[in-house]
């Protein structure tokens, strides 16, 4: 079965910094992948998403993340991170010929001032 | 525009109840997912409606229904409940056939059973 594994349910880094959340698949064929954001109290929002187009995708927010086939990551980065990026973080995968999300346990995110 | 809407937001049932979620999927949307998020864990897969059909199932048991109406809108149905069916209960609508494959989720039903 494939699976997500994010690595770090919580992350710190000061205002300004670089943010670096990670993701890790399991897949025999490379699937469809996901990262959303989800603010307390409300539903999960689409940062990107990597459909076997670009390697390296660009989302709202100054997200971006890189699929490398060989390693099965396909972490989130920013270079400079906001206060308003404080939230949770799930990366999800969509099997082969599935239309359902799997995904990660998520990682919380905190920036300081 | 109105996105993914989802009623009631709150509410407080007991064991052995039985609750109704609701949820309307974003304008030009003909197919619903629903995913129940346990408190600290990610979205786990419940079904999936098209066509008034429930059209993949994840791994929950028949307490588990739902069904869609003609106007794309879908309920959740859970049956006898339990202590640990209390999460957020999130709706998702996409496109089937003729959408980008993103998911556009609800705030989602926060269900807490006693």
């Known amino acids: 079965a494939q699976s997500v594994t994010q690595l770090g349910s919580h992350v710190s880094v000061s205002e300004g910094a670089l943010v670096l959340l990670r993701c890790n698949y399991s897949s025999s064929v490379p699937p469809y992948l996901f990262w959303y954001v989800q603010y307390p109290n409300q539903g999960l929002q689409l940062l990107l998403k990597?459909?076997?187009?670009?390697?390296l995708v660009k989302g709202i927010n100054g997200f971006e993340a890189e699929f490398k086939k060989s390693e099965t990551s396909f972490h989130l980065t920013k270079p400079s991170a906001h206060m308003s990026d404080a939230a949770e973080y799930f990366c999800a995968v969509r099997p082969y010929n599935t239309d359902k999300l799997i995904f990660g346990t998520g990682t919380r995110l905190q920036v300081f001032p | 525009d109105a996105g993914v809407t989802q009623s009631p937001t709150h509410l407080i049932k007991t064991r052995g109840q039985q609750v109704t979620l609701r949820c309307s999927p974003k304008?030009?949307?003909?197919?619903v997912s629903w995913y129940q998020q346990a408190l600290g864990q990610g979205p786990q897969f419940i079904f999936q409606y098209y066509e008034e059909e429930e059209r993949q199932r994840g791994n929950f048991p028949d307490r588990f229904s739902g069904h869609q109406f003609p106007n794309y809108s879908s309920e959740l149905n859970v049956n006898a409940l339990l202590l640990g069916d209390s999460a957020l209960y999130l709706c998702?609508?996409?496109?089937?056939?003729f959408g980008t494959g993103e998911l556009f989720f609800g705030e989602g039903s926060r269900l807490t059973v006693l």
């Open positions: 990597y459909t076997s187009a670009a390697t």
């Open positions: 998702a609508s996409s496109q089937l056939y």
């Open positions: 304008s030009g949307h003909d197919t």
